[in-house]
């Protein structure tokens, strides 16, 4: 038997407030829900707060409309929306709280070891020394996995099944993608010199 994470006592459906009401009153309910959570909320667990038929997307939309001229917004990432500052409080943050971005102490080299992870997923440790022309470390695999940034895929269908490595839903929120089909094409990457190739 399914269990109903909605709450038994939650009126999804407000009939007895006037439309503009009800509507205000789920915009409200989509906002408390990402406030309070960490990661990107999906849209199944939106639709839990509203009314049979609301759309949540014209909700996000008021939503988004409500929050200009805020220091945050609601953003589309990693298939879900969540709540997060505008990058022009970015330097304010950091000053005040003392926040460090957690790919600020990522080399160059880390950051294309976690390229080339993107866009070649699932992918061995050799998979990475064939595209580098050399052995990638642990200490580097193990650095990109603390960060939550990667992940373990599949084993390989090779000799001695190695672990593949694959990105995760933290690495779409960190670099501020819906989906992996966001990822800039690579030779937009190869144009910049940021292709890690050799």
Same mark, same amino acid.
């Given at each position: ?5 909605? #709450?038994?006592?939650? &009126?999804?459906?407000?009939? &007895?407030?006037?439309? #503009?009401?009800? %509507?205000?009153? %789920?915009?409200?309910?989509? #906002?408390?829900?990402? $406030? @309070?959570?960490? *990661?990107? !909320?999906?849209r199944e667990d939106l639709v839990r707060v509203v009314g049979?038929?609301? *759309? ?20 589309? !990432?990693?298939?879900?929306?969540? $709540? ?22 990522? *080399?160059?080299? /880390? !950051?294309?070891?976690? @390229? ?15 595209? $580098? ?15 939550d940034l990667i992940g373990t895929g599949p084993r390989s ?7 593949? $490595? !694959? ?8 670099f501020d993608l819906e989906t992996l089909a966001d990822l ?6 190869? /144009? ?5 190739? *050799?």
């Amino acid at each position: 038997m399914a269990k109903d994470r909605s #709450e038994p006592d939650l &009126d999804r459906e407000l009939a &007895d407030l006037p439309p #503009e009401l009800r %509507w205000r009153e %789920w915009m409200r309910r989509i #906002e408390a829900v990402l $406030f @309070a959570s960490a *990661s990107p !909320v999906p849209r199944e667990d939106l639709v839990r707060v509203v009314g049979q038929g609301a *759309s949540v997307d014209l909700l996000v939309e008021d939503l988004a409309a409500d929050l200009e001229g805020r220091a945050f917004e609601v953003a589309q !990432v990693a298939g879900g929306w969540m $709540f997060r500052t505008r990058a022009a409080y970015a330097p304010a943050i950091r000053a005040a709280a003392d926040v460090g971005d957690q790919l600020l102490d990522l *080399s160059e080299f /880390d !950051v294309a070891v976690l @390229a080339a992870i993107a866009y070649h997923q699932p992918i061995t440790r050799d998979g990475l020394k064939d595209i $580098f022309g050399k052995e990638i470390s642990r200490d580097l695999i193990g650095r990109l996995h603390a960060r939550d940034l990667i992940g373990t895929g599949p084993r390989s269908p090779r000799r001695g099944a190695p672990y593949t $490595f !694959v990105t995760t839903e933290q690495f779409l929120v960190a670099f501020d993608l819906e989906t992996l089909a966001d990822l800039p094409e690579r030779e937009q990457l190869e /144009d910049a010199g940021l292709d890690g190739g *050799s």
